[in-house]
């Protein structure tokens, strides 16, 4: 019997031991992505389906305009235009909160149930873009930093991944200071990924925003 009560009250203390260990653990997040009740509050990630588009065809439209803005959405979101990372970003060219409020969008939920408004959203950030490094695009197009050839279009693109001031820290360093996402994706690799689309008829404007 008093085996039985010994062996008993072990298990109960070994039970509040690991309730204990798990209550010590907290929610996690990440500072700048934090989305509000009152922002978006359904957004989803990409089903497995989803996932698998980035392996189909993809409608071939060479190095045009419409063909860099395609290039950008298939590798930051599949194309899909409601998606929402775990980092926040939304969208079919998944931007940051801040960003969207730069180019004039406040309404979240709207902006992701919205594709028009999404186009005109990345068309200002890429005017904003142009404007902000429209010294280093006259500078280093041309030029071969690690390997690869210097283009707008992979400066723009790469300012979409990490913003214009980590570019400029690229290329003044000769591309000794990078950067990484959260995903691991650098922006070396922008650079190189989006090389040579034809993106001239992108005006700089630093004060673009969304108009519809």
């Known amino acids: 019997m008093r085996k039985d009560i010994f062996y ?11 309730s204990s260990g798990f209550s010590a653990f907290k929610d996690e997040s990440v500072d700048g992505f934090h989305i509000e009740d009152t922002e978006v509050y359904d957004y989803r990630v990409p089903s497995e389906d989803e996932s698998k588009k980035l392996a189909h065809s993809i409608p071939y439209t060479g190095k045009t305009f419409v ?9 930051e979101s599949a194309g899909i235009y409601d998606l929402v ?3 926040g970003y939304m969208g079919k060219y998944q931007f940051g909160r801040s960003t969207l409020r730069n180019v004039g969008v ?3 939920k709207n902006f992701l149930n919205n594709p028009a408004l999404q186009e005109k ?7 904003i873009n142009k404007w902000e490094l429209r010294k280093e695009i006259r500078n280093y197009s041309g030029r071969v930093i690690n390997g690869i050839k210097i283009t707008e279009s992979g400066l723009l693109a790469a300012a979409h991944l990490a913003g214009a001031s980590s570019v400029k820290t690229y290329l003044r360093s000769n591309g000794k200071n990078g950067f990484r996402d959260g995903f691991g994706t650098s922006l070396k690799s922008y650079i190189k990924r989006f090389n040579g689309y034809d ?3 992108i005006t700089p ?4 925003k969304v108009i519809l």
């Open 199 to 201: 993106t001239s008829n």
């Open 85 to 87: 990372n775990a980092y």
């Open 67 to 75: 063909g860099f803005k395609q290039a950008l959405a298939v590798k």
């Open 106 to 108: 406040y309404d979240f």
């Open 205 to 208: 404007n630093r004060f673009a």
């Open 121 to 127: 959203a990345i068309e200002a950030l890429l005017s």
């Open 8 to 18: 008993f009250g072990v298990a109960i203390a070994f039970i509040a031991i690991i």
